[in-house]
Each structure stands twice: as C-alpha cells, then as structure tokens.
C-alpha cells in the first residue's frame, strides 16, 4: 500500500520585509542613548531637553513607551553621580561638555550679567569628587570609566591626539621664531652701571613670550587686552619722552546681558492668539509627526 508523499515546509528564514522580531543585536543612536539614559533616572524631558540640547519632539519620540527605572538622589552630589556613570562607562566615555553640563543640572547655577553667560555653583573639589566616585563605582562593576577633552575625536583618538601634538609643537615654532625676531630687531644692547645685561635680556625675552601670548590667544590674560595695549602705549610714552603724548583709550564698559527668557516670540504670539489651546495639541502633534519631524 502506497503512502501520500507530504512536505512539511518549515519557515526557518524570515524574509526581508519580515515584521518578526529579530534577535540581531542593534546599535543605539548615541543622541537617543544619552536621551534614555536621563530618562531612566528619573530626569524630566524638560531637564533632559536642557542638558541634551535636543528638541523637546525629539525627546518625548525617543523615550515613549520606556519606563523609569530608578529616581534620582535628593542630594547633588549622589544626583551627578547617577547621572554621569552611565555616560562615562561608555566606549567613548563622557565628553568634558557633557560632564559640566550635567553638574550645572545637579548643583545649579547662576546667571553671570557680565559675561553674559551661566556659572555653575559647583566647585573644584565637587568635580574631583563625582569623578573619584564614579570610578570607584566603575572598578567595583568591572567597568572602565573615561573622562574624555572636549576635542579629542573618540572615533580616532589616536589620530587626534598626534595630530593635535604636531599643531601644538608647530605654533611652539611659530612663537620661538617671532621671539627670536623681536630680539634681534629690538632686544636689549645696553643698560645702566651695575646691571646684568646677560639677565636684563634673558628677562625681557621671556616677557616679550608672555606679551606676544596675551595678545594672540584670547582669554590667556585676566587683564583685558585693551587696557594692556594702554598700559603699554604710556609706560612708551613716559619713556620716549612724550608723556603727553596721544594713546589709545580704552573706555572701561561694564557689560551687563539680561538673563535670557527661553521664551519664543513667535510661540507665545500663537499662544496668544489661541492657536495652542490645550484642546488643540493633538493636532498639532499629529501634524508635525506627518510632516517627519
């Protein structure tokens, strides 16, 4: 007696347009990553959006449907820590910017009107503290935590860093060179009775670095290059004779920056003509989702 021939096919591949999951490992966005990684500890997409820099439709996609794991310390100390150790442990480490950053959000900061900027109210010692528990923490785990410049490219670190070296001994030349020609053009030849002239010029050359320094690299001098340059053209003066002698004034302006509102002016009119109602949200989300954004 005959048997009917079956053949069971069994699907072992799943096609290319397959909606199964798959168990292929991905690869997490680096932007998303920090976003959830906030995000798990409990930060508010408010907060996230200021420490990240993303925008707010950007966070609130990106943390849908992922639940809080654990809520952050009360204080600032234990609060940084929590929220850099995911970061640091990182295969590129935490970024100098993004360390700062997330203590200004932990111990908050103030508004400078002088400089126009914010300064965290966090310390020297603060820094050095999160940094030696972190790495505590990270050594317990069987981690490596990395504090990584800000201008290091951690996708060629080493690259980067030969790369920055060889500038770095390039502008070593540049200055030795403008040094050497200021003194050949105008160092010292003679001085009074009883003075060294080999320490007179070892002197004037090293300040004559220092001066050529605190013009060319802004920031270098705590004492503004204006009033310098000021101070420099009447000691000039004083010395050739011309005490009266026409200089540069450089007026001493206070600045003062008013502290920014984050308020957006086209928004709050929109707002005001009652184009955002609260009723109205959805749309506007549903809207700006369809436009890919």
């Known amino acids: 007696m005959s048997h009917p021939f079956v053949l069971n096919l069994i699907p072992t591949v799943h096609a290319a347009n397959d909606d199964a999951s798959s168990t292929s490992p991905s690869i997490l966005d680096p932007r998303k990553e920090k976003v959830l990684v906030l995000h798990r500890t409990g930060m508010s997409r408010r907060k996230i959006v200021e420490a990240t820099g993303e925008t707010e439709h950007y966070v609130r996609q990106a943390i849908k449907g992922v639940p809080v794991v654990e809520k952050l310390p009360a204080s600032p100390f234990e609060r940084a820590v929590v929220l850099c150790y995911p970061m640091a442990i990182r295969r590129t480490g935490i970024r100098d910017y993004e360390f700062r950053s997330t203590m200004n959000e932990c111990y908050g900061a103030d508004w400078d009107p002088e400089k126009g900027k914010y300064k965290g109210r966090y310390t020297a010692d603060n820094l050095k503290r999160v940094r030696e528990r972190i790495r505590e923490r990270a050594t317990a785990e069987g981690q490596s935590a990395i504090f990584v410049m800000d201008w290091i490219n951690t996708s060629e670190p080493v690259k980067s860093n030969s790369v920055i070296t060889q500038c770095v001994l390039n502008v070593q030349d540049a200055i030795q060179e403008a040094v050497d020609e200021f003194m050949q053009a105008s160092g010292i030849q003679n001085v009074e009775e009883g003075v060294d002239l080999a320490l007179a010029r070892r002197k004037q050359k090293f300040a004559a670095r220092r001066y050529i320094l605190k013009l060319a690299v802004k920031g270098l001098s705590k ?30 302006i206070k600045s003062h920056h008013p502290e920014p509102t984050w308020h957006d002016a086209f928004l709050d009119y929109c707002e005001g003509q009652g184009w955002l109602h609260p009723d109205h949200y959805p749309e506007v989300e549903l809207a700006i989702s369809g436009a890919g954004y």
């Open 223 to 252: 004492e503004p290059v204006g009033l310098l340059q000021e101070r420099t053209l009447d000691q000039v003066n004083q010395l050739a004779g011309t005490p009266d002698a026409p200089g540069v004034h450089v007026p001493v």
